[in-house]
T-cell receptor, first 116, second 110 residues
Framework: SAVISQKPSRDICQRGTSLTIQCQVD?????MFWYRQQPGQSLTLIAT?????????ESGFVIDKFPISRPNLTFSTLTVSNLSPEDSSIYLC?????????????FGPGTRLTVL | GENVEQHPSTLSVQEGDSAVIKCTYS??????FPWYKQELGKRPQLIID?????GEKKDQRIAVTLNKTAKHFSLHITETQPEDSAVYFC?????????FGKGTSLLVTP
């Protein structure tokens, strides 16, 4: 499986500011995903990040709040903008290292965000 | 969109007993069903998955069964050990995006 790292591992931010999270993979992957996991909850897909095209956002998530970049096949960033305490969550990237539909997804270690 | 229901939300078993977690899904187009284990403070780890052309898959003490007609799938853990204690998530996908169940907190007591 791919080796996935995220930066930062955790951060405490003031409301109204933004946080950019980086996701790095040790091999080229077509599909990268960003999830949110609120405290004690399940994982919710924010968006799918494809290299060379705009990210595809899930219902309830918008580009202005969660801008995503995917400059190459090994790297992506998620920015959480205009932070509020409700944004306090763990943000995880995942990758699908396969070439077909329905392949496995592997998760990064997550970024724990606390908004004061 | 896809809706995945997972039961029970908590499960406590004695070491050595079996544990069963069940999930149902709504989208008949779903064709990929992974299970993830998440220990406290850790990332979700893929432990087993099944595709729609298979009814059962086993890997040592864990197995997954799929009933496409009824649109449900289950995780079976036999001979449970304390290190099996974690939150388990099922998911379903008809494409690239995974839709997760709410999770089952499994506690295995010695």
């Amino acid at each position: 499986s791919a080796v996935i790292s995220q930066k930062p591992s955790r951060d405490i931010c003031q409301r109204g500011t933004s946080l950019t999270i980086q996701c790095q993979v040790d091999s080229q992957v077509t599909m990268m995903f960003w999830y949110r996991q609120q405290p004690g909850q399940s994982l919710t897909l924010i968006a799918t990040a494809n290299q060379g095209s705009e990210a595809t956002y899930e219902s309830g998530f918008v580009i202005d709040k969660f801008p995503i970049s995917r400059p190459n096949l090994t790297f992506s960033t998620l920015t959480v903008s205009n932070l509020s305490p409700e944004d306090s969550s763990i943000y995880l990237c995942s990758v699908d290292p396969g070439t077909g539909v329905g392949d496995e997804q592997f998760f990064g270690p997550g970024t724990r965000l606390t908004v004061l | 969109g896809e809706n995945v229901e997972q039961h029970p939300s908590t499960l406590s078993v004695q070491e050595g007993d079996s544990a069963v977690i069940k999930c149902t899904y709504s989208d008949s187009a779903s064709n990929y069903f992974p299970w993830y284990k998440q220990e406290l403070g850790k990332r979700p780890q893929l432990i087993i998955d099944i595709r729609s052309n298979v009814g059962e898959k086993k890997d040592q003490r864990i197995a997954v069964t799929l009933n496409k007609t009824a649109k449900h799938f289950s995780l079976h853990i036999t001979e449970t050990q304390p290190e099996d204690s974690a939150v388990y998530f099922c998911a379903a996908s008809s494409g690239y995006a995974l839709n997760f169940g709410k999770g089952t907190s499994l506690l295995v007591t010695p």
